[in-house]
């Protein structure tokens, strides 16, 4: 049974006595309903755009190798930096044998844009290294074998899964863990955390396009810094909308 599952409706949104973290065993906060949430996915699929038919991988990148790599340069780095950076980097070698041969320093140079380069250059060589050595060469289809690749997170793993191995997977990004946090389907404090909740508690309606539904709502409705809250569809689920109205109503009746 999941963590919701075994929530009690009396206990107050979403929570019960002996429900507990699946990794840390501490007691979540509360969060939303198991039937809240359904219905939270039930509307983003009514209204937001799903899997984009023939998507090609992060990016846009058209194979698994360069999927990964553009996956590693994206941290901490913006889409257009990233983009710049990968399309400078496969300039020079397109395979892990050529990008191998590169210096060090000639990577770190071309990756410039996006950031952290001499350590995405690392990790770009390493990951070159493991992949001729233990994989034939091949990007492996699964996140275990995915994040056993040097410089490779879950959210890297989840991201090449959903993208390029068309796989039912919530990958968490930037706008997936704001959404997901705000409106309380997940409690978490950081990506992978947020990614485990979601794989553990969302209805399986939500496992294929989920991910898709999240991005597209956190990149035109429930935005970083002013959420336009006045024309959302989910405001009367939603945990952050609730406690900035009951807060707004405190500061009116003092
Ligand atoms: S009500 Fe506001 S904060 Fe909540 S999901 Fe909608 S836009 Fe985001």
């Known amino acids: 049974m999941s963590r919701r599952a075994a929530r009690s409706p009396a206990s107050g949104p979403g929570r019960t006595g002996d429900d507990t973290d699946r990794e840390g065993g501490r007691e979540p906060r509360g969060g939303l309903s198991p039937d809240e949430a359904a219905e939270v996915?039930?509307?983003?699929?009514?209204?937001?755009?799903?899997?984009?038919?023939?998507?090609?991988?992060?990016?846009?990148?058209?194979?698994?190798?360069?999927?990964?790599?553009?996956?590693?340069?994206?941290?901490?780095?913006?889409?257009?930096?990233?983009?710049?950076?990968?399309?400078?980097?496969?300039?020079?070698?397109?395979?892990?044998?050529?990008?191998?041969?590169?210096?060090?320093?000639?990577?770190?140079?071309?990756?410039?844009?996006?950031?952290?380069?001499?350590?995405?250059?690392?990790?770009?060589?390493?990951?070159?290294?493991?992949?001729?050595?233990?994989?034939?060469?091949?990007?492996?289809?699964?996140?275990?074998?995915?994040?056993?690749?040097?410089?490779?997170?879950?959210?890297?793993?989840?991201?090449?899964?959903?993208?390029?191995?068309?796989?039912?997977?919530?990958?968490?990004?930037?706008?997936?863990?704001?959404?997901a946090n705000r409106t309380g389907l997940t409690e978490a404090k950081t990506a992978d955390e947020t990614a485990r909740q979601l794989e553990a508690e969302a209805p399986d309606f939500a496992r294929r396009d989920g991910h898709f539904w999240l991005i597209q709502f956190g990149k035109a409705i429930c935005i970083a810094r002013t959420p336009h809250c006045e024309s959302c569809f989910l405001t009367d689920l939603c945990r952050w909308y609730a406690d900035r109205r009951k807060y707004c109503l405190l500061r009116h009746s003092n």
């Open 41 to 179: 996915f039930r509307r983003l699929r009514d209204h937001m755009p799903g899997r984009i038919s023939g998507a090609k991988g992060p990016k846009d990148q058209p194979d698994a190798f360069r999927s990964v790599v553009s996956c590693i340069l994206s941290a901490q780095s913006r889409d257009a930096n990233t983009h710049l950076a990968t399309t400078r980097l496969f300039a020079l070698a397109e395979t892990p044998d050529d990008m191998l041969a590169l210096p060090e320093a000639e990577i770190a140079a071309a990756i410039k844009p996006c950031g952290l380069y001499n350590m995405k250059a690392r990790n770009i060589r390493r990951l070159c290294e493991e992949l001729i050595s233990a994989h034939d060469r091949v990007v492996p289809d699964t996140r275990e074998g995915l994040m056993s690749l040097p410089g490779v997170g879950r959210k890297c793993a989840d991201i090449v899964m959903s993208f390029t191995f068309d796989a039912d997977v919530i990958a968490v990004d930037t706008h997936v863990f704001r959404v």
